[in-house]
């Protein structure tokens, strides 16, 4: 056994620390040389400065207590607005802000539980019914919370099989679930379908929209390849979760969960009085939130407005093309027709998890797929930039696959 840290009797200089620090992360993904195509989302250095400032300016306030930071509530309002002004949501709809994408699933997940044992009880154990794609999110959420996920193959596009997931219905359902888009494969689900599903059942429907939330709006604003309808205009869609610190380019730890209606959000909340210090309210799972999380996303929604989001979402259009033509011309088979910023690809012919090993040992960070085989890329405005020098390394990957230089050394796939 390794001879535990202490604490150091006496205190250290920040520069050598901070040399220290730096030393420590040399071997880390290089993200700033767009060589991450997951974690980070990298919308430029101004941006970057931006959140950085702004959340160093409310390092200290806590989000749990609005009467003494009244600037931290109405930036955290103001950020739920302008999300749910982004998913045309109706006037009575609601929201919070959270830490996480998980954060805000797991809530959702929450609120429809509570929202169905005061208006619609099941006798067993509550299901949630979504397709094989949806994030694990789902499941961390019903093992804490006392219910079941019932996971349903992908139709052969990948997307969601709509009459599948009805089949997987039972009397004790409670909820749908549907992605825009899906991590994995980075596509749209069916959700007009899946809200009519949800309607003729009186199932609540949530769409995890926490990869797509903040960018879909702009990407359809400046595509001619137009998405699929996937949010609050259509009726049936009881909630959505979508994340500020992937396309909202916001410092880590913000997210946003909404709910159509208000009384929804409500069975997200935790209220407690039996204690000395009397009444206790919070909106999500913790109590202390940072108030730099919300100030710094408060801050990038204003800084880039409409037309600086778009101009991401061209730049992330133009590395998608670069990506897909790529992969066509190396005889990869992309998955589906994707329309966002996720691309995922396979190989036919050969071992494509062996490519992902040989792209991550010269220090390209891509995600790896199981169930089909695949590699997945999420695509920040940066990498219009250096989209060419990746596929070049793709090519030599494939290469040095098919010509038998190189063999996959692991079984599986881990992000642990």
């Known amino acids: 056994?390794?001879?535990?840290?202490?604490?150091?009797?006496?205190?250290?200089?920040?520069?050598?620390?901070?040399?220290?620090?730096?030393?420590r992360a040399s071997n880390d993904v290089q993200w700033r040389d767009g060589k991450a195509s997951v974690y980070v989302f990298h919308s430029g250095d101004d941006v970057m400065q931006v959140a950085h400032d702004a959340y160093g300016m409310f390092i200290a306030e806590n989000g749990l207590g609005p009467a003494a930071f009244p600037s931290l509530k109405r930036m955290e309002q103001e950020v739920v607005d302008i999300a749910l002004s982004l998913q045309q949501a109706p006037d009575n709809a609601s929201g919070s802000m959270t830490a996480g994408g998980t954060e805000s699933i797991m809530l959702a997940i929450k609120s429809c539980r509570d929202y169905n044992l005061s208006h619609k009880p099941v006798a067993g154990v509550p299901e949630i019914v979504a397709p094989f794609s949806v994030h694990p999110a789902f499941?961390?959420?019903?093992?804490?919370?006392?219910?079941?996920?019932?996971?349903?193959a992908c139709a052969e596009n990948l997307q969601a099989d709509v009459e599948a997931m009805r089949a997987a219905i039972t009397p004790n359902t409670i909820?749908?679930?549907?992605?825009?888009?899906?991590?994995?494969?980075?596509?749209i689900d069916p959700i007009e379908e899946l809200a009519e599903l949800a309607l003729e059942y009186d199932l609540w429907l949530h769409v995890d929209a926490c990869v797509g939330g903040y960018i879909n709006p702009f990407i359809d604003a400046v595509s001619e390849d137009k998405l699929e309808a996937y949010n609050f205009s259509i009726d049936g869609v009881s909630s959505m979760s979508l994340d500020l610190h992937k396309y909202g380019y916001a410092a880590k730890g913000a997210s946003t969960v909404l709910y159509r209606?208000?009384?929804l959000r409500d069975a997200q909340v935790f209220h407690f009085t039996d204690w000395p210090c009397g009444h206790m309210y919070t909106p999500t799972f913790a109590g202390t939130r940072p108030g730099g999380a919300i100030a710094a996303a408060w801050a990038v929604l204003h800084y880039l407005g409409e037309e600086g989001y778009q101009q991401r979402a061209r730049c992330i259009l133009e590395a998608r093309q670069m990506l897909t033509k790529g992969c066509e011309g190396l005889g990869l088979k992309v998955f589906g027709q994707?329309?966002?910023?996720i691309v995922a690809f396979g190989w036919e012919n050969d071992d494509i998890l062996a490519v992902g090993e040989g792209l991550y040992a010269d220090g390209w960070f891509?995600?790896?797929?199981?169930?089909?085989?695949?590699?997945?890329?999420?695509?920040?405005?940066?990498?219009?930039?250096?989209?060419?020098?990746y596929l070049k390394v793709l090519e030599k990957n494939v290469e040095d696959v098919k010509e038998g230089r190189r063999k996959r050394k692991t079984k599986g796939i881990s992000y642990s």
């Not at 891509?366 to 219009?384: C, D, F, K, V, Y």
């Open 1 to 23: 056994m390794s001879e535990r840290m202490q604490l150091p009797k006496a205190g250290q200089d920040w520069p050598a620390l901070r040399e220290e620090m730096q030393a």
């Open 139 to 152: 499941d961390k959420g019903a093992h804490l919370m006392g219910l079941k996920v019932v996971r349903v």
């Open 175 to 187: 909820m749908l679930v549907g992605s825009a888009p899906c991590f994995p494969y980075g596509l």
């Open 261 to 263: 209606d208000k009384a």
């Open 338 to 341: 994707p329309k966002v910023s």
């Open 366 to 389: 891509s995600s790896r797929l199981q169930n089909p085989a695949g590699i997945q890329l999420m695509i920040s405005p940066e990498h219009s930039k250096t989209m060419p020098n």
